[in-house]
C-alpha cells in the first residue's frame, strides 16, 4: 500500500470525496502536512466534479466599485486605507459611481461588488440612497455590497430610532442583544433600499491571537460570523473569504474554515432561508503594507515557524488565544515574522477548502493575486468558478500584484484547462453557455491584443476596448 492509500484510508477519503463522510479539524491538519498535491488536486478535483459536473466552468462579470477609501480601522495588511485628511482620501459622488455601473452594463456585466472603508461619516442614510439610485438607473444590476466590518461599523455610529450609538470602531461597547437588534435593523434598511447580497471581505483570519495584530479596529471575528448569521436569518446571501499565508499557523486556516462550516450547518439546519454561497482564499499582498515590512520566515529553516508553535498551543487549550499577554509570553515570536503562500502553498490550501467545506457550493479560484496561469490550474484543485471579469480593483492592488483579465481570455483560460466556459449571475445560475463559434475567446483572430495587463496601481479601469499602455504580463495563449 503506498503512502497516499494509507492516508487515504486513514481518513476516510472515498467517502469524503463522495459527500458521506467529512473531515475533521485533526484531518484535515494531517491532510495539509501529509497528503501530496497531486492527491489533494486529484481530490478536491472530484469533488467539485461531483457537484459542478464535469462540463462547465464559470466566471461572473462584475466591477469592483470602493465608494470611500476612508476608514477608522488599522488593518497592518491594508494599503488602501486612507485617514480622511490625506490629498487622496476619496468618496465617490453618485455621478462616478454610475458612470462605472454604466461602463460594466456596456460589456455586460450583472454585478457590482460595493465595498468600501469603515467611514464615519457616512451616515445610514448615505448607503440607502446610493442603493436606492442604482436601483433606479441600473434595476437590472445585482449588488453585492458591504462587508462585516462596514456593518459593523454601522452598529456603532448610525443614528437609528431606539438604539445607542458609540464613537467609531467601539461597537463592541453594546450590550450583545442591543448589537444584534441594530445589525438586523440596518441590514433590513439595507436590504428594502436594494442591497442583493454581502460579500464576505474582512474575514481573513479568524483567530483571536492572529486578528488582534492584523486587523486592529475592525469586525471582530464573532462580528464578522454574527452579521453573516443575521443576513442568512433576514435572507441575504453572502460569500466567504479567508486570506492567509502572513502570521497565522496552518491550524489558524483550518480553524477559520471550520468556524465558516459551522455556521453554515447552522444556517442549513434552521432552514434559514439564505446561506454562504461561496468561498474563496488567496495569499497576503505584502507590498506598501505594514504586515509587510516583517521579517520573512525562512521555509528551509530547521526553526518551527513561530505563528505555527503559537497556534498547537492554543488548539491544544495551553495557551489562551484571546490573552494578549499570555501568547506573547508562550510565543514571543509569533506575530513578528511572517511565512509568505507560495503557488503550491495555495493551491494545497484550496484543495483543503473543497474537501473540508462540504456545505458550501462553490469555491473560486484567485487569479487575481495568483495570476491567470495559477488561478487556471485552480480548476484542478476544487475551484469550479474563476471569479470576475474585472473592470477595477482598488483593495488588493494597493498592495502588490493584482491582474485584470477581458472576458476573452478568461473564457480561453477555462476552455484551454478542458471545461466550456459560462458566464454565471451571483448565485451560480449560468446566464451564457459558451459552447459555440460565437464563444467570446472563439472570435478572437489576434490574441495579441487581448494580452493580460496587469492592473495599474490606482487602478485606472482595465476595460478591454481600452489600449494596453501597461506592461503586459507573460501569458501564453494555447489556440
Ligand atoms: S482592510 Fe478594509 S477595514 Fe482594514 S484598514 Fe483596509 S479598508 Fe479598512
Redesign the pocket.
Known sequence: MTRTDTLAQALNIDAVVEGKARLSFADALRLYHEAPLHDLGRWANAVAERIHGTEVRTYVIDRNINYTNV?T???TF?A??RRGDEDDAYTLDRETLHRKIAELVAIGGTQILLQG??NPDLPIEFYEEMLRAMKADFPQVHIHGFSP?EITELVAIAEIDGFPTTAPRRSGELPQDVWEAKCEAIIKRLMAAGLDSLPGG?GEIFADHVRRRT?QG?ASAEHWLTVMRLCHKLGLHTSATMMFGHIEGIADRIDHMQRLRDAQDQAINHNWPARYVSFISWPFQRENTPLGRLPEYDVESDEPFAGDVLAEKVYAGEVDGMAKAACDAAVPEAGKIVRRASANEYLRMQAISRLFLDNFHSIGSSWVTMGPKIGQMGLYFGASDMGSVMMEENVVSAAGTTYCLNEEVLCHLIRDAGYTPAQRDNRYNVIKLHNTNTAPDRKVTDWSQHRAKKLHIESTPCDSNEPDNNTPITLTINR
Open positions: 476608514c480601522a488599522r488593518c491594508c488602501f486605507k472603508g469603515m466590518p474582512g486587523g475592525k
